[in-house]
């Protein structure tokens, strides 16, 4: 039975391991993500947090999804359309399902801790704290920047 975080692995875009319990300790932010959403434009500002933050132990992780029908033909191709169109740098995974039968297990764990059902849209976003508690869960149509508080109060916390 899983019963934290860290009792999940991802496999990256380039084939390797993405073992979450590597980042204990970090504060995660868990995303679903989909390059061909109205939202997309939500890397840049998510680049933008990893970029001034990741020093301080602030670890994004990019699980694109299809699940909405908003994702590139495959994982080679959104990770070029993210690294070329928003310079992506944080970890992105190969494609899961974030609802239904066949989900993800993280995503299944994080919905369940975090409460409010089924993932509606892409680019619903989940804080994790440095203690591998769910700080919150975000909308899909909050942008990076208006979580920045919640995310340096977590990192502060030691």
Excluded at 76 to 101: E, I, S, W
Excluded at 119 to 137: A, C, M, P, S, Y
Aim: charged share 25%; aromatic share 10%.
């Amino acid at each position: 039975m899983t019963t934290s975080i860290y009792d999940f692995k991802e496999t990256e875009m380039s084939g390797a391991t993405l073992d979450l319990a590597d980042y204990r300790g970090k504060v995660l932010l868990v995303v679903n993500t989909a390059s061909n959403c109205g939202l997309a434009p939500q890397f840049k500002g998510l680049e933008t947090l990893y970029q001034k933050y990741r020093e301080e132990g602030l670890v994004i992780i990019g699980l694109p999804s299809n699940q909405f029908h908003q994702e590139k033909a495959d994982d080679t191709a959104t990770q070029d359309y993210c690294q070329r169109h928003y310079g992506v740098t944080f970890p992105m995974t190969k494609r899961v399902l974030v609802n239904g039968d066949g989900a993800d297990q993280l995503f299944t764990y994080l919905k369940q801790t975090a409460g409010h059902g089924r993932i509606k849209w892409n680019f619903t976003k989940f804080l994790i704290g440095r203690d591998g508690q769910v700080l919150n869960r975000f909308a899909p149509t909050t942008r990076p920047v208006a979580f920045e508080t919640e995310i340096r109060d977590a990192l502060a916390d030691r």
